[in-house]
Structure formats: C-alpha cells, structure tokens
C-alpha cells in the first residue's frame, strides 16, 4: 500500500511534512462510489481532510493494468460513459498542467495511480493546498482517473487519454 503525495503550492511541504498522513480513510471519511463507463459502481473513493490538504483512498477493482493519470475535475457529475460533465480540471488559478510545467500546475493535478495485475487499484493520494469546502463548492468536483498515464507536462491532461472512472464530490449540504 503507498501513499502518493503531491504538493500545491511547494510551500505546503513543510505544512505536509509536519501532519501525519493516515494510508487508511478515518473512520469518519465521506465515501462516494467510484463509477466505470459502464455505468456501474467499480470501487469506492473516501475523502478526509487534514490540515493545508484533502486525502483520498481510492479502492477500484476490473480496472486495466498501468499507471493511470488522476485530476479533480471543476465539476461535480459523472455522467458515463465519458464523463465530460465533469468539466476540465480544477484550475482556479488558471494554470497550465502538469507538476513539470514551468507554468503549471492546475489545482486538480495528482500524481499517477498503478492498477495491479488483478485489475485493482487501491491508493491514497493527498491533494494539497485544498480543502473540502472548496471541492464540495456550489457545483461540487469530481475525482477522475483516465485511461492512461500523466505525462505531467502536457496542457491540458498530460496526454492521459479517455476519462474512465470518475467520483463525484457532492456540494457540501
């Protein structure tokens, strides 16, 4: 099991460096299902946040082997099988993509998840610099994995193709 952090803005290791990150949801993470293209339920993502940041535990299964690029997306639906309504990247800062990008990165950019010879992905990455009040606005957000990986450069999805899973994060209620 890793933890897979990204920092945003690089200010915030220090913050990051200074709170434990849990590798398990705590017992009072928001879930939300994750949803295939098909339309179905293919695993869960439960979310917490910490102090500077926003984790997320990511357990997916019948999902193709690799490394997969993930964002948080501006807009809370999932409408299979493409999930274009989740809108492009969380970006209120209005940058480029990519943590390699001299002009990036979006707010939305997480680092890559690996889906297992099985077909599961089980994964925590920790969004910082964000908090669940911002994701959980007026219109919600939605975490999105794609076909395939981040190249972390590329505006304005890092070349990581189709969107294939996606988890709405409802507005706060």
Do not use: Y
Not at 73 to 83: K, S, T
Not at 138 to 160: C, F, K
């Amino acid at each position: 099991m890793t933890i897979r952090q990204f920092v945003f803005p690089a200010a915030a290791a220090s913050l990051l460096a200074a709170c434990a990150t849990p590798m398990d949801a705590p017992s009072n993470a928001m879930a939300v299902p994750l949803i295939g293209a098909s339309g179905q339920s293919v695993g869960t993502v439960r979310m917490w946040e910490t102090p500077g940041a926003v984790s997320f535990r990511i357990e997916g299964n019948g999902m193709s082997v690799g490394r997969h690029g993930l964002h948080v997306h501006a807009v809370g639906r999932c409408d299979a099988p493409a999930f274009t309504t989740a809108g492009g990247h969380w970006n209120p800062a209005m940058r480029k993509h990519g943590t390699m990008n001299p002009a990036g990165p979006h707010a939305g950019d997480l680092p890559n998840v690996p889906v297992a010879a099985n077909g599961t992905l089980r994964e925590t990455v920790v969004l910082t610099g964000a908090t669940l009040a911002q994701l959980r606005d007026a219109d919600g957000s939605a975490l999105v994995i794609h076909a395939g990986e981040d190249d972390n450069m590329t505006d304005p999805s890092g070349n990581s193709g189709d969107r294939v899973a996606c988890a709405v994060l409802s507005p706060a209620g």
